[in-house]
């Protein structure tokens, strides 16, 4: 089945570590991707993940990736007022018959100056 | 600026009426999705083009919608009778097909209220 799920809502202050977690459905090949949007906006691409990988790095950005628990997570160090947005987790099948992403209900992270 | 653009930004309409959406994807882009987002919710699937060629159209995609593409490069949806729940936002993204990763970039949507 093609379930992407995420929890509601995360609070942190700013300067701190900010951890977003998604679970996804699919088994075969998969990339992951993590997206941004501000009140009213499109979505702002952040960073993707194949599923043969375990962490990818990207400036203040962490992805890390559990195959076996099909779980993913993006970690944002040194939180700013600024990250405050809804953050996307979508999975797209590589490979299969469709190039559709599907997207999990979004996380809400508010920072706290 | 060179990436996806999309017009009206928002659009009111009254129910029964027919509405019209144009997405200009980033201009190397074959490939161009429609994606439809509710309030509080993720995005979902609408349909997607390769070229000028409708691939996929999602179960949402109901007879009243209409997509097309039909010189490889802009898009319109065209939303016919209207009725109160087609309310959301309509987000377009293209990206360039054949990489394996495939990232696909997001206009900033155009935003219907069907009153």
């Known amino acids: 089945g093609e379930d992407v799920e995420q929890s509601l809502f995360l609070s942190v202050r700013e300067g701190d570590s900010s951890v977003i977690n998604c679970t996804y459905t699919?088994?075969?090949?998969?990339?992951l991707y993590w997206y941004k949007q501000e009140p009213g906006a499109g979505l702002q691409l952040l960073t993707y993940?194949?599923?043969?990988?375990d962490m990818k790095q990207d400036q203040r950005l962490t992805v890390l990736l559990n195959k076996k628990d099909k779980h993913l997570s993006l970690r944002i160090a040194d939180t700013q007022t600024g990250d405050s947005a809804i953050y996307f987790c979508?999975?797209?099948?590589?490979?299969?018959?469709?190039?559709?992403?599907?997207f999990g209900t979004g996380t809400l992270l508010a920072v706290q100056p | 600026d060179t990436g996806v653009s999309q017009d009206p930004r928002h659009k009111i309409t009254k129910r029964g009426q027919n509405v019209t959406f144009r997405c200009d994807p980033i201009?190397?882009?074959?490939?161009l999705y429609w994606y439809r987002q509710t309030l509080g919710q993720g995005p979902e699937f609408l349909t997607y083009?390769?070229?000028?060629?409708?691939?996929?159209k999602s179960r949402l995609l109901s007879d009243r919608f209409s997509a097309e593409r039909p010189k490889g490069s802009f898009s319109t949806l065209e939303i016919q009778r209207t009725e109160q729940g087609d309310s959301a936002m309509y987000l377009c993204?293209?990206?360039?097909?054949?990489?394996?990763?495939?990232?696909?970039?997001f206009g900033p949507g155009t935003r219907l209220l069907v009153l």
């Open positions: 993204a293209s990206s360039s097909g054949g990489r394996p990763q495939e990232t696909q970039y």
């Open positions: 699919d088994s075969s090949s998969t990339y």
């Open positions: 993940i194949f599923s043969n990988m």
């Open positions: 979508a999975e797209r099948n590589y490979g299969g018959a469709t190039n559709k992403l599907i």
């Open positions: 201009s190397e882009h074959n490939r």
């Open positions: 083009f390769q070229n000028e060629a409708q691939l996929e």
